[in-house]
C-alpha cells in the first residue's frame, strides 16, 4: 500500500468548522483538526463507493463489492438503532432496547460519589431478590 | 471526613429550601451493552408511586392513585393525557381517571394484583410518566426496577444450592408472577399529550428487585445516598400506615439488618370506608374515597366541594381507632420508632400529642416521616437500595 500522501486544499466555511470542532471530543481517535477532516473525508468516501456501487457504477480498483460492503457496514449499523428510534425505519419493526436518551440539559451530576461497598451486604437481611439480568 | 447526611435529610432539606433534591449518584447502571435507568416503585394498593433520578441527580417522584378508566373521545376543548399500552385500547389513569369517574384497581397481594391487566398497564403509563416528567426523551429505555412488595411476601426461603441454608426471600408464589409479568417484559407505550401529541415509548424491565416495602424508609432514614449507614439507633420499629395494611416491622440495625413484620390490620382503607359512608349517594369508590380523604374535597353537582369537617369526623373515629392499634408500639420504650407511609399524611395532628401524652420525645425515641414525603419515601428508598444492590453487582 502506498503511504505518500498530496497535500490538497479545501475551503470550509465558519459553520462547516464549528461543526467539525463540535465533534472533536467524540472522535477520540482523531488527535487533530485535520486527523478529523481527513476521518470524515474518509467515512464520505466509503458512503460514496458504496452508493456508486449500489447504482451498478462498479467498485474501486482492488476492491470487491463485498469489500466495499464490509467498509460501509460498520458506519451504517452504528445509526441504524438511532433512525429505528426515531421511527424513520419501520419496515425494521420496533427499535431494540438502547442507551437511555436523556434531557438535552441532563448533564451527569458533575461529583459523583462513590456507593459504600458495604451497603448491599447491610440489605441482604432483609431479604431483598434480584430477578432478571444482572448489572455489569 | 465529611459528616454524612441521611437520605431524609437530604430531602427535607431540599424541601425547606424550595428544591429538588438533587444527588451525587448515578442515575443509571450498566447492564450489559445498555444503561438501565435506576426507578423505584412503590405499588401501594391506593397509589403508585415511583421515583426516580434525572442524570444530574435531580430526584423526581410520582404518586399517581391507583385508578383506571378507558379514555373516551374528548370531543371538544383540551384533551387529557392518556395511554395505550401493547395495542390495548388507550386508558386514563390517576387524577384523570377519578375525573372521570375510574374503577378502583385491585387491592391484596402482589400475585392477585399483577394478574390483572390494567394494573400492569397503570405501571407501564406510571413509568412513561415519570420519566417523561424527568425529561428522558421518548424511545427505548431499559429499566432497573427496585420494586417495593408487601413485607409479608418476605418469607424465609432454602436456596438452590444443596449446601445453602434458609434465608430471607421473596415468596415463590409473588416471585413466580413477578417473572411471568415484570422480569423481562417489554411494554410499549404510547402517550397521548393533553395537546393532541403523541409519543411512542417502550421499556425493557431488564432487571427487578423486589423488596420489602419497608426496607425503603428503612434505607432512608438510616443510610445515606452513598449507603454508608447514618445512625446510633440498634434497634427500630418501624410504623407503616399504608392504604391497604397497617403494619409493625421490627429492624435490628446493628450489627447487621434483620427484620421481622407483622400486620396490625387496615390501613387507612378503614378510613376511606367510613368517609364513604357520609355521601352515600356518590358510590366513590375505594380509590376515589381515599383521595378525597387527601384532598378534602370531593366533586359534589359539579362543584368542587370542601369535606373538611367529613375527614374530621371520620378521622376522630376510625382514626382514632387506628392509632389505637398503634399505642401498644409507641409504648415500648425499647426500640426508636419510625412513623411512616401515607397515612401520616392523614393522621400526623392527631398522633403528635397522643405521642406527647406518652412522655415520647420526637426525635430521641420517635419520628415521624415528614408528611410531606411520607406516601413516596417508601419509592424513594427502594430506588437506593437498588442502586446499592447494582454497584455491589458491578464490583462482583
Not at chain 2, 49 to 68: F, Q, S, W
Not at chain 2, 180 to 197: C, F, I, K, N, Y
Not at chain 2, 336 to 345: A, H, K, L, N, Q
Request: charged share 20%.
Amino acid at each position: 500500500m502506498r503511504r505518500a500522501t498530496t497535500p490538497k486544499s479545501l475551503r470550509l466555511s465558519a459553520d462547516e468548522l464549528a461543526r467539525f470542532a463540535r465533534l472533536q471530543r467524540y472522535v477520540p481517535e482523531a488527535t487533530s483538526e485535520s486527523a478529523l477532516l481527513k476521518l470524515a473525508a474518509l467515512r464520505g468516501l466509503a458512503l460514496l463507493e458504496a452508493e456508486v456501487a449500489g447504482a451498478g457504477g462498479g467498485v474501486p480498483p482492488g476492491m470487491t463489492e463485498e469489500e466495499v460492503a464490509s467498509v460501509i457496514l460498520p458506519r451504517i449499523l452504528t445509526v441504524v438503532t438511532w433512525l429505528a428510534r426515531r421511527g424513520r425505519l419501520p419496515m425494521l419493526g420496533p427499535a431494540p432496547a438502547a442507551r437511555p436518551e436523556l434531557a438535552p440539559d441532563a448533564e451527569e451530576h458533575p461529583a459523583l460519589a462513590a456507593i459504600d461497598p458495604t451497603a448491599a451486604a447491610d440489605l441482604d437481611g432483609l431479604g431483598g431478590d434480584l430477578l432478571g439480568a444482572w448489572p455489569d | 471526613m465529611p459528616r454524612h447526611h441521611t437520605i431524609v435529610q437530604e430531602l427535607l432539606t431540599a424541601a425547606a429550601a424550595g428544591v429538588p433534591a438533587r444527588f451525587a449518584v448515578r442515575s443509571t447502571v450498566r447492564i450489559g451493552r445498555q444503561q438501565g435507568v435506576l426507578i423505584g416503585v412503590d405499588n401501594g394498593n391506593d397509589a403508585l408511586k415511583i421515583a426516580v433520578l434525572r442524570p444530574d441527580g435531580t430526584l423526581i417522584t410520582r404518586r399517581i392513585p391507583a385508578a383506571y378508566r378507558a379514555a373516551a373521545l374528548i370531543r371538544g376543548g383540551a384533551s387529557e393525557v392518556s395511554y395505550r399500552v401493547d395495542g390495548a385500547p388507550g386508558c386514563w389513569i390517576g387524577e384523570t381517571a377519578l375525573r372521570h369517574d375510574g374503577d378502583d384497581l385491585p387491592i391484596g397481594p402482589t400475585r392477585q394484583r399483577l394478574t390483572d391487566p390494567r394494573l400492569r398497564h397503570l405501571l407501564a403509563a406510571g413509568l412513561v410518566e415519570v420519566l417523561h416528567a424527568a425529561g428522558y426523551a421518548p424511545g427505548s429505555h431499559t429499566l432497573v426496577l427496585g420494586l417495593a412488595i408487601p413485607n409479608t411476601e418476605i418469607v424465609p426461603v432454602r436456596g438452590a444450592g444443596a449446601d445453602e441454608g434458609e434465608r430471607l426471600g421473596v415468596d415463590p408464589e409473588t416471585r413466580q408472577v413477578l417473572e411471568q409479568h415484570l422480569t423481562g417484559v417489554t411494554w410499549s407505550v404510547e402517550r397521548l399529550g393533553a395537546d393532541g401529541d403523541g409519543t411512542a415509548w417502550q421499556l425493557r424491565l431488564a432487571t427487578v428487585l423486589p423488596q420489602a416495602q419497608t426496607t425503603g424508609t428503612l434505607v432512608a432514614v438510616t443510610k445515606a445516598p452513598t449507603g454508608t449507614t447514618v445512625t446510633d439507633v440498634e434497634e427500630m420499629d418501624i410504623v407503616d400506615i399504608g392504604g391497604g395494611d397497617l403494619q409493625v416491622t421490627t429492624v435490628q440495625i446493628q450489627p447487621t439488618y434483620r427484620m421481622t413484620t407483622r400486620r396490625l390490620g387496615d390501613g387507612t382503607i378503614r378510613i376511606a370506608r367510613a368517609l364513604k359512608e357520609h355521601f352515600p349517594r356518590h358510590e366513590l369508590t375505594d380509590v376515589a374515597a381515599q383521595h378525597a380523604l387527601i384532598t378534602r374535597r370531593l366533586l359534589v353537582s359539579g362543584r368542587q366541594r370542601p369535606i373538611d369537617a367529613e375527614v374530621a369526623a371520620v378521622l376522630n373515629s376510625q382514626g382514632q381507632a387506628l392509632i389505637g392499634a398503634v399505642l401498644p408500639v409507641l409504648r415500648q420504650s425499647r426500640r426508636f420508632v419510625m412513623i411512616t407511609g401515607g397515612g401520616v399524611i392523614l393522621l400526623h395532628d392527631l398522633l403528635q400529642p397522643r405521642l406527647e401524652a406518652e412522655l415520647k420525645r420526637r426525635g430521641e425515641d420517635y419520628d415521624f416521616i415528614h408528611h410531606g414525603i411520607a406516601s413516596e419515601i417508601n419509592s424513594i428508598g427502594v430506588l437506593f437500595a437498588a442502586l446499592f444492590r447494582a454497584a455491589a453487582a458491578t464490583r462482583s
